[in-house]
């Protein structure tokens, strides 16, 4: 097959993809969609749900769990239609967090269905206990929002007002959340036109001759990759704090096999599945191993062939396999995050090139619900955190969650939208870990409340076990949450990372330090020109903000 016109093919879906995506984020209501960009749309093999591709911007964490969906949806689903569209958002089901709410639709050319367009978007509540769904203290899913398996929504292009009447009636704020899902829905609109346009260019067999060869392609690549790493057995662990109802770490334990040009991950010996939200289902711990993957070899293909070579044990019983009724709201950022650096340190054993100190890896999640003039609002923001360094360079400062490509939403456009005002957007001064190379800086925010009265909820990590140094390099600095009253008095969450519906009034701010990377080789071997920038910058001073 002619490798230009399959580089042409690929890129031209991808670019359809990215449309979609960009069509989601625009025209969605959510700042966490429209302005942080957790959203993701694309394509999906017709006969076992294998991701076909999937656009260059979206969110990481769904390359995985969007094939996961679609495989359930296939496995439940026979009587789909030209024209239907399916919702659904159960963790169980392939899914994440119940907030990750997930689009499904057939796509037929001149009636043969050729494959699947998905989408998959952050929705700003979904009905729980807790505004924004981000309870630290849920010990059930029902505590968490509305479940939903595949339902549809639109049957043969026309809307099912009924279903979506059902669902709006469940959650909180609902004109915007409705608003969300007609964007999720336009945005399958792009992708059906697009390829429309796709296939009518190489013509319908020709497009399945070239998805095949794709996936073929990457499936190579993957093999290629594989081989440079040395055939052995490697292991690596790490620990989230605790579940936010005990205050026990929960462990992750992997194994990693290099064999023959095939990776096996084994988690067994993980913590046991736990009372709080700290769950992970299966189909979103298996994501977070491909993610990292996609950090150490950023050339492999988003495609289905690229798991080919790649194998994923998740035993049954532990967090990292959830089953009903477990709570799992800390399970797309907080859990996935954690996995990734154990996946990230346990190839770095086999392959020491790729060896970095540990990352932030925590988006301590915090939300904010109250009225403002008698309307009801739910804010959801998330700050930047430091990479590790590695053996070569400092870490990325103010860098996204391992599992994401979320961009910060404008300080400016919360202040506008929210009775809040920023004190303090900055770089955390002397956050990363000290090392020949330097971790990256986290990020630190202080917010000052105007509204009368609100509930704030935290879900985050890093409190207790921080981003580790290597090779000599020092450790960096831990997630530190702190509510200082109006009154004088200063609130800490009794779990450190989390907490749920803190009650504020006027003139009390919200003060979040968020962590700095691990750092990489002796600190005395630094070179005098980074240390002199960094003390320049004011990046070193470990107590600079300690005592504000």
Same mark, same amino acid.
């Given at each position: 097959?002619?490798?230009?016109?399959?580089?042409?093919?690929?890129?031209?879906?991808?670019?359809?993809?990215?449309?979609?995506?960009?069509?989601?984020?625009?025209?969605?209501?959510?700042?966490?969609?429209?302005?942080?960009?957790?959203? %993701?749309?694309?394509?999906?093999?017709?006969? &076992?749900?294998?991701?076909?591709?999937?656009?260059?911007?979206?969110?990481?964490?769904?390359?995985?769990?969007? /094939?996961?969906?679609?495989?359930?949806?296939?496995?439940?689903?026979?009587?789909?239609? &030209?024209?239907?569209?399916?919702? #659904?958002?159960?963790?169980?089901?392939?899914?994440?967090?119940?907030?990750?709410?997930?689009?499904?639709?057939?796509?037929?050319?001149?009636?043969?269905?050729?494959?699947?367009?998905?989408?998959?978007?952050?929705?700003?509540? =979904?009905?729980?206990?807790?505004?924004?769904?981000?309870?630290?203290?849920?010990?059930? =899913?029902?505590?968490?929002?509305?479940?939903?398996? $595949?339902?549809?929504?639109?049957?043969?292009?026309?809307?099912?007002?009924?279903? =979506?009447?059902?669902? #709006?009636?469940?959650?909180?704020?609902?004109?915007?959340?409705?608003?969300?899902?007609?964007?999720?829905?336009?945005?399958?609109?792009?992708?059906?036109?697009?390829?429309?346009?796709?296939?009518?260019?190489?013509?319908? $067999?020709?497009?399945?001759?070239?998805?095949?060869?794709?996936?073929?392609?990457?499936?190579?690549?993957?093999?290629?990759?594989?081989?440079?790493?040395? !055939?052995?057995?490697?292991? %690596?662990?790490?620990?989230?704090?605790?579940?936010?109802?005990?205050?026990?770490?929960?462990?992750?334990?992997?194994?990693?096999?290099?064999?023959?040009?095939?990776?096996? *991950?084994?988690?067994?010996?993980?913590?046991?599945?736990?009372?709080?939200?700290?769950?992970?289902?299966?189909?979103?711990?298996?994501?977070?191993?491909?993610?990292?993957?996609?950090?150490?070899?950023?050339?492999?293909?988003?495609?289905?062939?690229?798991?080919?070579?790649? &194998?994923?044990?998740?035993?049954?019983?532990?967090?990292?396999? %959830?089953?009903?009724?477990?709570?799992?709201?800390?399970?797309?950022?907080?859990?996935?995050?954690?996995?990734?650096?154990?996946?990230?340190?346990?190839?770095?054993?086999?392959?020491?090139?790729?060896? /970095?100190?540990?990352?932030?890896?925590?988006?301590? !999640?915090?939300?904010?619900?109250?009225?403002?003039?008698?309307?009801?609002?739910?804010?959801?923001?998330?700050?930047?955190?430091?990479?590790?360094?590695? &053996?070569?360079?400092?870490?990325?400062?103010?860098?996204?969650?391992?599992?994401?490509?979320? +961009?910060?939403?404008?300080?400016?456009?919360?202040?506008?939208?929210?009775?809040?005002? *920023?004190?303090?957007?900055?770089?955390?001064?002397?956050?990363?870990?000290?090392? /020949?190379?330097?971790?990256?800086?986290?990020?630190?925010?202080?917010?000052? *409340?105007?509204?009368?009265?609100?509930?704030?909820?935290?879900?985050?990590?890093?409190?207790?076990?921080?981003?580790?140094? @290597?090779?000599?390099?020092?450790?960096? /600095?831990?997630?530190?949450?702190?509510?200082?009253?109006?009154?004088?008095?200063?609130?800490?969450?009794?779990?450190?990372? +989390?907490?749920?519906?803190?009650?504020?009034?006027?003139?009390?701010?919200?003060?979040?330090?968020? $962590?700095?990377?691990?750092?990489?080789?002796? $600190?005395? +071997?630094?070179?005098?020109?980074?240390?002199?920038?960094?003390?320049?910058?004011?990046?070193?001073? @470990?107590?600079?903000?300690?005592?504000?």
């Amino acid at each position: 097959m002619n490798a230009a016109e399959l580089a042409v093919f690929s890129g031209a879906i991808e670019q359809l993809c990215s449309e979609m995506d960009v069509t989601l984020e625009r025209a969605a209501f959510s700042p966490i969609i429209s302005e942080a960009t957790d959203r %993701a749309c694309g394509i999906y093999a017709m006969r &076992d749900g294998g991701v076909i591709s999937q656009g260059h911007r979206g969110l990481p964490i769904f390359v995985g769990i969007m /094939q996961y969906s679609v495989e359930a949806f296939l496995r439940e689903v026979d009587d789909y239609a &030209d024209g239907d569209v399916y919702i #659904m958002n159960d963790p169980y089901r392939g899914g994440t967090h119940l907030m990750d709410v997930r689009i499904i639709a057939p796509y037929y050319y001149k009636g043969e269905l050729v494959c699947f367009l998905a989408n998959t978007a952050h929705w700003a509540d =979904i009905g729980g206990a807790t505004p924004g769904g981000f309870g630290a203290r849920a010990t059930s =899913i029902h505590e968490e929002g509305l479940r939903m398996g $595949p339902t549809r929504i639109v049957r043969n292009g026309t809307l099912d007002r009924n279903i =979506i009447d059902l669902i #709006m009636a469940n959650i909180r704020l609902a004109e915007d959340r409705e608003g969300d899902l007609l964007a999720q829905l336009g945005a399958l609109d792009v992708g059906r036109r697009r390829l429309d346009e796709v296939i009518s260019r190489y013509g319908l $067999p020709r497009f399945h001759a070239l998805s095949a060869e794709l996936a073929d392609y990457a499936e190579r690549v993957t093999r290629a990759r594989i081989r440079s790493i040395p !055939n052995g057995t490697y292991t %690596a662990s790490d620990f989230l704090d605790d579940d936010g109802i005990g205050y026990d770490p929960l462990e992750i334990r992997c194994t990693l096999t290099v064999e023959d040009e095939r990776l096996a *991950f084994g988690f067994e010996g993980s913590s046991p599945q736990c009372a709080g939200p700290l769950n992970s289902p299966a189909g979103a711990s298996s994501s977070s191993v491909l993610i990292a993957l996609m950090h150490l070899f950023p050339e492999l293909p988003i495609n289905s062939g690229t798991f080919r070579r790649i &194998d994923i044990r998740i035993p049954e019983g532990t967090f990292l396999a %959830a089953n009903y009724p477990a709570p799992v709201s800390g399970c797309a950022s907080e859990v996935p995050a954690r996995i990734i650096d154990t996946v990230m340190s346990a190839v770095g054993q086999a392959d020491t090139s790729l060896s /970095q100190g540990g990352a932030c890896s925590t988006s301590a !999640n915090f939300t904010l619900h109250g009225h403002d003039g008698g309307k009801e609002y739910i804010m959801y923001f998330f700050a930047g955190g430091g990479y590790g360094a590695w &053996d070569g360079g400092d870490g990325l400062d103010n860098a996204c969650a391992t599992i994401s490509m979320s +961009k910060v939403p404008p300080v400016e456009l919360l202040e506008e939208w929210y009775p809040i005002r *920023f004190e303090r957007y900055e770089l955390r001064a002397g956050s990363s870990g000290e090392g /020949q190379y330097r971790g990256g800086l986290g990020a630190e925010y202080l917010i000052r *409340f105007e509204g009368e009265l609100a509930t704030a909820s935290f879900l985050g990590d890093r409190g207790k076990f921080p981003p580790q140094g @290597l090779a000599g390099g020092g450790d960096g /600095q831990m997630t530190a949450i702190r509510v200082l009253r109006a009154d004088g008095t200063v609130h800490t969450p009794d779990h450190v990372s +989390k907490d749920q519906d803190v009650d504020l009034v006027r003139g009390d701010r919200i003060w979040v330090r968020m $962590p700095g990377g691990g750092g990489f080789g002796d $600190p005395a +071997k630094r070179d005098a020109a980074s240390r002199a920038l960094d003390e320049r910058a004011g990046l070193s001073d @470990l107590h600079a903000r300690e005592s504000a």
